[in-house]
């Protein structure tokens, strides 16, 4: 299968921060997710795939081509949305239009005013003057309007309503049905992801911690949940974490069905990507 994104070995390292080694593929047709708390990484992990930082060691392939030594050639094929805004607030939906097709060789004007009239965003107003959501559905726009083959995306549903969410996750999918088209996402909000994305990647503390299919996760994994008394019958061979609550423990195991048969007395319940990212940074290991 032939991979739109390729990092690896990545390194990058900050005054108090280090992002290590992270590898990863993206084939073409995919939808990856990126998760992890706030500074663990991602919006490192995507500026360094963007060519917008330098990083310390390590190889990044879009399409097959290098981004250092082919960074304009790649961005004409890739739609970005980042926090960080690209244009002066001052600046409105047409004014945009007229910057972006000076950018773009492949810029469509007629399908970007179509993502403003069905984001219902006004054409003459200064940005400046939108919501966050507003904010958030403009950069998606300029993002789709010049027909990228890659998606990436830092939080692209921040700030929106989930009215808008759902819609603006219709649209990752719709884009996603060229088999040629790949998103890569990070996001807080994981139960978007829990809708979209084919894999997850979860990182933490610079670490990749994780990288498994969005199914495996959610069809394997579960929370064992015993009292207090019985913890000490679990095989520790079955705990990838715990959590100790008032009356109860909270374990995180990686195969439900064959641990619900192991242990029949105990209640497992199914997992959300929220769950297992709490219960992987807070959760202890047994020593």
């Not at 083959?149 to 759902?166: C, M, W, Y």
């Not at 199914?215 to 100790?244: A, P, Q, R, V």
Request: aromatic letters at 8%.
């Amino acid at each position: 299968m032939e991979n739109n994104l390729e990092v690896k070995n990545l390194r990058k390292k900050y005054n108090g921060f280090e992002l290590k080694d992270i590898n990863l593929e993206l084939p073409k047709g995919m939808i990856m997710g990126l998760i992890g708390e706030n500074g663990a990484g991602k919006t490192t992990t995507i500026k360094s795939i963007l060519n917008l930082i330098k990083i310390d060691k390590g190889e990044i392939k879009i399409f097959g081509l290098n981004i250092k030594e082919n960074e304009k050639k790649i961005k004409e094929d890739i739609g970005v949305v980042l926090d960080d805004g690209f244009f002066s607030e001052y600046l409105n939906p047409a004014d945009i239009n007229k910057i972006m097709r000076k950018m773009y060789k492949n810029w469509d004007e007629k399908l970007y005013f179509k993502y403003l009239e069905d984001f219902k965003l006004p054409k003459n107003k200064i940005s400046k003057e939108f919501s966050s959501g507003m904010k958030m559905k403009l950069k998606i726009a300029v993002a789709l309007s010049h027909h990228p083959k890659l998606l990436i995306l830092d939080e692209p549903t921040s700030g929106l309503d989930p009215v808008a969410r759902s819609e603006i996750l219709d649209i990752f999918q719709d884009f996603i049905q060229n088999e040629d088209n790949s998103i890569f996402v990070s996001s807080h909000i994981t139960s978007d992801l829990e809708h979209i994305a084919d894999e997850i990647i979860f990182i933490d503390k610079g670490k990749k911690v994780l990288q498994k299919s969005r199914d495996e996760i959610i069809d394997n994994y579960g929370i064992l949940k015993c009292d207090i008394d019985y913890f000490s019958n679990i095989d520790k061979k079955d705990i990838i974490t715990y959590k100790k609550t008032k009356y109860a423990y909270e374990i995180l195991v990686d195969d439900k069905e064959k641990t619900s048969k192991k242990y029949p007395s105990c209640v497992i319940d199914k997992i959300t990507l929220e769950d297992l990212m709490v219960l992987v940074i807070k959760g202890e290991k047994v020593c």
